[in-house]
């Protein structure tokens, strides 16, 4: 049984937050992305956050740290974007096993630092899958609705690239997160089966889908239970949600997946819904009562934040969720 399975069962863990918030406090410019390595990229690089993981290193663990030091169990790895179909934006598609391989292993080295302080409360890094910016399901054309601007295959070559590199890196989980399009996410989940069975081990996988709306439906309109029902044949760490809703939207999705499922459950809400310029207002005292109801309610195995959080929102969380116990489930490991 792995170390987080043991851990899980224990109390609730806490997920880091957001990345993206974190880094806009640095205002990097763009030569700040392009480091000395990529000086005469002829592409504008700025906004491609992932590849900081090899120009501000130092940046990034430290943004690792605050988190762990907030109260953090697990932190996500710099890989959100980091399949050949997002950074094909930047003309970088062969830089991403490297681009995966070394978020990981920043993110390790400062989970193991903090783990050595403290052996009794091991960290964990998960690595961090995000949905690219195609979807398998849905037309972008209005005019062509059989029209898909990427295919299953396509999706299952890319994640595989980016699982191996993950793993190779260290993390101890895969984190297919923010799915917006669930045939994408089946994509994901099939490469990592394939790589667990390419390198003959076991990972714990989490899954976290989005609710984009009060319609209650992922965007390629699939409900919790559907959602559920999609993704339920793989043996799972988690399911949860994140992103698009902030804790108090996210409560009755939240309660009828946990109402459903026999996986333990996970949520990185946002800081509250954005504001007119794009902007979280919510504090984290406010976030944290939101999220108690959760605690309350017996909802969560494991929980952080998502847009606009930071180590304020997780260490407040933090702070709350010690003194909850979690949500039980029968488990079969």
């Known amino acids: 049984m792995s170390k987080i399975y043991q851990a899980i069962q224990k109390r609730i863990l806490i997920l880091d937050g957001a990345m993206g918030t974190m880094l806009q406090q640095y205002n990097f410019s763009e030569e700040d992305f ?28 430290e943004i690792h740290r605050k988190y762990f030091e907030a109260g953090a169990d697990i932190v996500e790895t710099n890989t959100f974007s980091g ?12 830089l991403v096993y490297e681009l995966n391989y070394e978020s990981a292993k920043i993110a390790k080295q400062v989970a193991n630092e903090f783990t050595k302080q403290n052996p009794n409360k091991q960290r964990f890094v998960a690595g961090s899958i995000g949905p690219t910016n195609k979807t398998a399901s849905l037309s972008p054309d209005v005019n062509r609705p059989e029209y898909r601007a990427i295919t299953f295959e396509e999706l299952r070559v890319a994640y595989k690239q980016q699982v191996e ?36 081990i076991d990972i714990p996988i989490m899954v976290s889908g989005t609710i984009t709306d009060a319609s209650g439906r992922t965007l390629s309109g699939q409900t919790v239970e559907a959602f559920l029902a999609s993704i339920s044949h793989i043996q799972l760490l988690s399911v949860g949600f994140n992103c698009a809703l902030g804790a108090e939207q996210l409560r009755p999705y939240l309660q009828r997946l946990s109402n459903e499922t026999e996986f333990f459950t996970s949520a990185h ?57 979690p949500r039980r489930i029968s488990i079969n490991v």
């Not at 399949?83 to 062969?94: F, G, K, P, R, V």
């Open 34 to 61: 392009r480091g000395d390595r990529f000086k005469d990229y002829p592409t504008s690089l700025k906004g491609n956050n992932d590849l900081l993981s090899l120009t501000q290193p130092k940046a990034i663990a």
């Open 83 to 94: 399949t050949t179909i997002a950074m094909a934006d930047y003309n970088m598609e062969d």
């Open 165 to 200: 590199a993950l793993i190779d890196g260290g993390v101890d989980v895969l984190l297919v997160e923010t799915i917006f399009d669930t045939l994408n996410a089946k994509a994901a989940l099939f490469a990592i089966e394939e790589v667990k069975e390419d390198k003959q």
């Open 269 to 325: 809400p946002n800081a509250g819904l954005p504001n007119a310029f794009g902007e979280y207002e919510q504090t984290p005292k406010e976030m944290q009562k939101l999220i108690e109801e959760y605690l309350q309610d017996g909802l969560i195995n494991i929980i952080g934040g998502c847009c606009g959080t930071n180590p304020e929102h997780i260490k407040a969380i933090a702070d709350v969720a010690k003194n909850y116990d």
